[in-house]
């Protein structure tokens, strides 16, 4: 089993989105490791996305990550990183495939509901980032 970091966005909680996004991560699969609510500060979001930084949309990504709360967490299944982003669909909801989590309740590129690791390494270090190790056992 692997286990990869996600985020239901500011967006999705504002939606009322988190129950029905959790409920598709469970029936497709995985076991939520560790979850939690987070409302992330501008230092926070800025060292998360810092690999962004430099980039035109990196200010109004940390405007959005801090503008509600979010929920973190670990997921773990079978080649964990690459099913979930399977299950999250493209990041233009408009050519995420059909029963994608961004396909279905997606607003924008911009809004569009959920985040995920994009390799092993990453996921460990976000993982890091937002738990202490026992949390995610």
Request: aromatic share 10%; net charge negative; hydrophobic share 40%.
């Amino acid at each position: 089993m692997n286990k990869t970091f996600a985020i239901i966005k500011p967006d999705a909680v504002e939606r009322g989105l988190a129950g029905k996004i959790l409920a598709l991560i469970e029936e497709n699969g995985f076991k939520i490791k560790a979850l939690r609510m987070a409302r992330l500060t501008e230092p926070e979001a800025k060292g998360f996305y810092a690999v962004h930084e430099g980039k035109p949309f990196f200010e109004e990504l940390v405007n959005f990550m801090t503008s509600g709360p979010c929920y973190v967490m670990c997921l773990e299944k079978d080649d964990a990183v690459a099913e979930w982003r399977k299950l999250m669909g493209a990041t233009n909801p408009q050519h995420a495939d059909a029963g994608t989590i961004r396909r279905t309740f997606a607003e924008s590129t911009g809004r569009n509901c959920v985040h995920g690791s994009d390799a092993d390494y990453t996921a460990q270090a976000e993982l890091a980032y937002f738990f202490r190790t026992f949390e995610t056992l």
